[in-house]
């Protein structure tokens, strides 16, 4: 997902950085509804980041 928005946080000097710190794990839940979500969090994350900063 995080490629979605690389070019966009490359040209605000914004640094996009994945962090799983749960390791494997089995859930059950709506796959469409996850990356709508996700989605969303990043965009806003970058959107309200000042330039030059890391998101994790």
């Given at each position: 997902m995080?490629?979605?928005f690389a070019?966009?946080?490359a040209q605000?000097?914004?640094q996009l950085k994945?962090?799983?710190k749960l390791g494997p794990h089995l859930y059950s839940f709506d796959?469409?509804?996850l990356v709508q979500?996700?989605?969303n969090l990043v965009a806003n994350a970058?959107?309200?980041t000042p330039p030059g900063a890391?998101?994790?």
């Open positions: 995080l490629e979605t070019e966009s946080a605000q000097g914004i994945w962090q799983d796959v469409a509804k979500i996700s989605t970058l959107k309200w890391l998101l994790r």
